[in-house]
């Protein structure tokens, strides 16, 4: 059966959907969380939807200011909306490149505005947004960094009614954005102070959000309770030279589990896997096909890898070590482009209460397909538990 890359995308979400709901099942019942407390924006993945939310009377507001810090690794994602009018005049500030970025819609004006310092250095950084007049005012550490000036005589005309506020989402439709961008944010928000409004925030979430780490620094942290898959579709295919090429950096003295798990769709007629434990100093990659599986042991100091995917061949590296896993019957390069799954931090079907599940536990400093680095954020699915851009420092 061929599959086009649309179908198998189709395909993938529906099992990893059949997967999710294999465990306990749970009611979305709205919980409060305090407005002041550190607050975790990750975690999640329901794109759009904010993380919590706050609605009052605009009667209610004397201060139109809020201010607040923000600590994240992550380059993209959503940070902080506010709307009125259920969302016919809105605002969102958010992160591109690292660089804040504020797009406002009213009435019949849409406003984008990007500038001001990188701030996904992994510190904490002050940050004010207020309303002066007809300006928008942006402050980063106690610097003036972005204004906007807009007026529209129709949304002066309609000031009553409810304003929401949100945080690590947005409310309307992401069509309504001028820039689209990739919304889910690895980040930290702590002494925040929302307009004059002292109620807690509500949330929806099945599961409180994970406290903030006290010291991050830059990586994918995987808590063993979770993974990350890809459609290798979705990925950068063959280079001129007919190979693809894969490596996932470690420096975590610390860590066990699945690193990488590859299979051919949509039935498991070839599979790659690789798995290790750093107290045993020891990394164990496994190819299956039709033909059965071999198994190859080594003993390492570092887990460091390079995969090269090549036609019939997959040649795995890892320091002097060399390993060529043959299949005649396929051709992985048409099978990339076609889609595979590719999955980090586990295997795709095993579940924490699996007792044969090995999810990883440790720190991944980076991943990088054809050169490029993965973020995980653009995965296919990523499970709520992983951290995309940040691991503690213990």
Not at 10 to 32: D, H, I, M, P, Y
Not at 114 to 126: E, I, S, V, Y
Not at 210 to 227: D, H, Q, R, Y
Not at 242 to 252: A, F, K, R
Request: hydrophobic share 40%.
């Amino acid at each position: 059966m061929e599959l086009t890359n649309a179908g198998l995308g189709v395909l993938l979400l529906a099992f990893f959907t059949a997967w999710e709901g294999t465990g306990s099942q749970s009611l979305k019942v709205k919980r409060t969380f305090p407005s002041t407390g550190i607050i975790n924006l990750g975690n999640r993945d329901n794109k759009w939807t904010p993380l919590m939310n706050i609605s009052t009377k605009l009667s209610e507001i004397t201060r139109i200011t809020s201010h607040f810090e923000f600590r994240t690794f992550d380059p993209e994602g959503a940070i902080f909306y506010g709307d009125t009018r259920d969302g016919q005049d809105w605002f969102v500030l958010s992160l591109r490149g690292g660089i804040p970025e504020m797009q406002i819609g009213k009435a019949d004006i849409l406003v984008s505005v990007t500038g001001g310092p990188k701030l996904n250095d992994g510190l904490w950084h002050k940050m004010e947004l207020r309303s002066e007049g007809m300006l928008v005012v942006l402050e980063v550490d106690n610097k003036k960094e972005l204004v906007v000036g807009l007026h529209s005589k129709e949304a002066q005309a309609n000031m009553t009614g409810y304003i929401r506020l949100a945080l690590g989402g947005i409310l309307v439709d992401e069509k309504k954005l001028v820039f689209q961008f990739g919304p889910l944010m690895d980040g930290c928000l702590r002494q925040g102070h929302w307009l004059n409004l002292s109620s807690p925030w509500d949330t929806t979430l099945e599961v409180m959000p994970t406290a903030c780490f006290p010291k991050i620094k830059k990586g994918s942290f995987f808590p063993g309770t979770g993974l990350a898959a890809f459609n290798t579709s979705d990925l950068p295919g063959p280079s001129l030279e007919d190979t693809i090429s894969i490596s996932v950096n470690m420096s975590s003295d610390d860590w066990s589990g699945t690193l990488m798990y590859m299979q051919v769709l949509p039935s498991r007629s070839a599979t790659l896997r690789v798995t290790g434990q750093s107290k045993a100093k020891k990394l164990s990659v496994t190819l299956s096909t039709e033909s059965g599986a071999e198994n190859y042991d080594i003993e390492i100091d570092s887990p460091n890898f390079h995969l090269a995917i090549l036609r019939n061949t997959m040649t795995f590296k890892l320091h002097n070590e060399e390993i060529k896993l043959q299949d005649n019957n396929q051709d992985f390069l048409a099978r990339w482009k076609e889609g595979m799954l590719l999955a980090f931090g586990g295997v795709p079907g095993d579940s924490v209460e699996n007792k044969g599940s090995d999810y990883l536990e440790g720190c991944v400093d980076s991943i990088h397909i054809q050169g490029n680095e993965v973020d995980l954020d653009e995965a296919l699915f990523k499970d709520p538990s992983v951290f995309s851009h940040s691991c503690p420092v213990s």
